[in-house]
């Protein structure tokens, strides 16, 4: 995600993107200005805003530093203010909503600790426009698209371990997806448009929402994962229960030395409760404000499945190598 939105504001006129690093994150942006802090510390924040007009929190990582993060980065903006902060959250904030939910439906368990994070960085940035401060919540829906990991590179490598595919009643939940780029226009918008200042939008496709079945079998198709599998109640009752717990275990231990690419993907139980939940996140209000054209939803499978197909044998190289955060 923060790749193509640097990608895209190089690219625009009216933008000069500045990356904000830690001292230790490697240089992956050659020719890109980038700026070193502590993103925990609202003093060294507050040096490296100077002279940025605005500002897009994108946080990545681990759940525990979000909070931290935004606080430092109001704390830093309250004594230097850009026009904007652009903050990037999440549909998690809804939890176990159900049915139709726009900007203003409250959250409703289960909630993990991910989306508490994110709802409590959501408060921190109300509390910062409330002082005076001007900035906009963007809440995503599944990013999906080239160079997405949670929703493309790690729903295909389950799909080609035929572990995901078919899964009957369990896939009937509401697919709420967004493309990547569309994601990226929604917040370059959100950047200077007037009468804006304190909102949220929700941001997700605006065509009709299908299944996660029909999503994953078109899918599955695309990237040549055939015959699709069909998954049982029980396989997924293993997968959640039995596997994800061993799997997240080896994970956490294989990050430490720099093998994470090498654990298999697990499927959690928030993400597993995604697959059968049965919610439409309304795109009403940023439609409506933004008028943003999004990718028609075959269009959005073919590409995704280009640039999947794409990291394959020929270089070496798979998507495990390109895995970005992951989902909880």
Known sequence: ?????????????SY????????????????????RCNPESSGEFAEALKGVDFVVNCLGGKPQRFAAVTQALCDAARSSPPQ?????????????????????????????????????CEALVRQYTADGGDAVIVRP????GPGSDPWAGRVARLLLARRLGDLGPLGDGLCNLVHVDDLVAIMIAALAA?????????????????TWNEFLVRFARAIGATPVERISARRMAAEEK????????????????????????A???????????????????????????????????????????????????????????PVR
């Open 1 to 13: 995600m923060a790749t193509r939105l640097i990608a895209a504001l190089a690219s625009n006129m």
């Open 16 to 35: 000069r993107p500045i990356l904000l690093a830690e001292p230790t994150a490697s240089a992956t942006w050659r020719h890109l200005e980038t700026r």
């Open 84 to 120: 904007r902060i652009v903050h990037l959250s999440s549909m998690t904030v809804y939890g176990g909503a159900s049915g139709v939910v726009d900007e203003a439906t409250r959250p409703e368990p289960p909630l993990n600790r991910y989306a508490e994070a994110r709802i409590r």
């Open 141 to 144: 829906s599944c990013i999906f």
């Open 194 to 210: 007037p009468g804006t200042m304190g909102e949220t939008f929700n941001a997700t496709a605006d065509w009709p929402r299908p």
């Open 242 to 265: 039995l596997l994800a717990p061993a799997l997240r275990g080896a994970a956490l231990v294989a990050n430490r030395i720099g093998a994470g690419r090498f654990v298999s993907d």
């Open 267 to 325: 499927m959690t139980p928030s993400f597993v409760r995604v697959l059968r939940q049965r919610i439409t996140v309304s795109a009403v209000k940023t439609s409506a404000r933004f008028g943003i054209a999004h990718m028609p939803f075959e269009q959005a499978i073919d590409e995704t499945a280009r640039w999947w197909n794409s990291l394959q044998a020929p270089t070496g190289r798979t998507a495990d190598d390109h895995r970005a955060e």
